[in-house]
């Protein structure tokens, strides 16, 4: 995947390939051809020379981050056997200049590049050591064709590496803007998955309790069992609801609407539920504390044998305590843990206490908290 994305060229990388290219090209081509001009022999030794620069140029634009360029190998070749002709004839001592840019695009796609560079131009001014072949060694032709090319393949594959570092550094920021947008979209499904789990779960339980209590009440009582029949219909048709507004990110539990939902799903169940509420009339409770008072409703239907429940809950808090622990049930309450970082983001805290006789979540937000909006 990531592989994929680096070779994907958006337009801020096009935009910087173009911009390298045109930095390298702009720096080395104008010396080319001005030495050319004045130190080559005759047209023809110009016009060979020109004709390995454009064929060194075709490779400029096949330049990539990811591979050597398709002609690289063809490039190289055909310029270092007019370099060594060159050399050989002493033609212009400029001529190393395509060979040098040649064999830069190809270190710029090795892994010790300083070695490569290296070995790139001791071999260039070796190749323009063959003008002692025929000619006596002097210190004009040594440094023409030997100290020229040695100093001049270290400046052109200085000039391709640094313009490449721009190219890079863009490709690598437009790689982590591309990461962080996938990071977000997984983070998105996982918060909407915890959210479908959260309705969703809650209500196939009370489904499920209640579709086990009817079928115990068909015969003994057949009109309470036809009651949590119609309820069940009742509470399929609200999940239905609650589903299609999570897609539509428009669902937010009411605090005081769960609180008779947790006292009457308590009260079926046979426990006896204590509920004291100090919500104002004008104040609007953050949809979270709902949320809470639903997963530590149905953690203790889950997890525990209650008897007895409590409900505590105001417009900046809620608390749920309830007995009949389990001792041996080490079940992990995911969904709390989940709604601790929600609660935590939001800028309010949620403490879960487990005793030996009984189990309390209290969760606490501040008026006007930052933090996530809560919708499920």
């Not at 609407?257 to 006292?263: M, Y």
């Not at 949809?287 to 203790?300: F, G, K, W």
């Amino acid at each position: 995947m990531i592989e994929t994305m680096c070779k994907q060229e958006t337009p801020t990388i096009g935009h910087m390939r173009r911009l390298a290219m045109l930095t390298a090209v702009a720096t080395i081509a104008p010396l080319c051809v001005l030495g050319v001009a004045l130190t080559a022999n005759s047209w023809l030794e110009g016009l060979i020379i020109s004709a390995c620069f454009l064929l060194t140029l075709g490779s400029v634009r096949e330049w990539s981050l990811d591979e050597y360029p398709r002609h690289s190998i063809l490039a190289l070749g055909v310029t270092g056997a007019s370099w060594a002709v060159g050399a050989f004839t002493v033609a212009s001592p400029l001529g190393f200049v395509p060979l040098s840019l040649a064999c830069a695009l190809m270190v710029a796609r090795t892994r010790r590049r300083a070695l490569w560079v290296f070995i790139s131009a001791l071999s260039v001014a070796g190749i323009g050591a063959t003008v002692f072949v025929l000619h006596p060694v002097t210190l004009e032709l040594a440094a023409a064709y030997v100290a020229t090319p040695l100093v001049g393949t270290f400046f052109v594959a200085g000039v391709i590496l640094v313009s490449e570092q721009a190219w890079l550094v863009a490709r690598r920021l437009e790689l982590a803007k591309d990461t962080e947008a996938q990071f977000a979209v997984a983070r998105e499904r996982i918060r909407f998955a915890g959210d479908l789990h959260d309705i969703q779960g809650h209500s196939l339980h009370i489904i499920k309790f209640k579709a086990e209590l009817a079928h115990s009440l068909v015969h003994s009582e057949p009109e309470r069992a036809e009651e949590e029949l119609n309820e069940i219909r009742r509470l399929a048709r609200e999940t239905i609801a609650e589903t299609r507004s999570l897609t539509y990110a428009r669902h937010e539990l009411n605090l005081a609407t769960e609180i008779e939902n947790a006292k009457r799903l308590c009260e079926a169940a046979g426990i006896s539920v204590g509920a004291r509420s100090d919500l104002d009339p004008g104040a609007v409770a953050h949809p979270l504390l709902a949320q809470v008072l639903r997963e530590a409703t149905t953690n203790l239907l889950r997890h525990a044998r209650p008897t007895t429940v409590r409900i505590e809950a105001s417009t900046t808090a809620v608390a749920v305590t309830n007995d009949g622990v389990l001792h041996s049930s080490s079940t992990p309450l995911r969904g709390l843990a989940r709604l601790r970082e929600r609660v935590e983001a939001a800028g309010g805290t949620l403490h879960i206490v487990r005793e030996s006789n009984g189990f309390e979540v209290r969760a606490q937000l501040v008026p006007g908290g930052g933090g996530e909006v809560g919708h499920d």
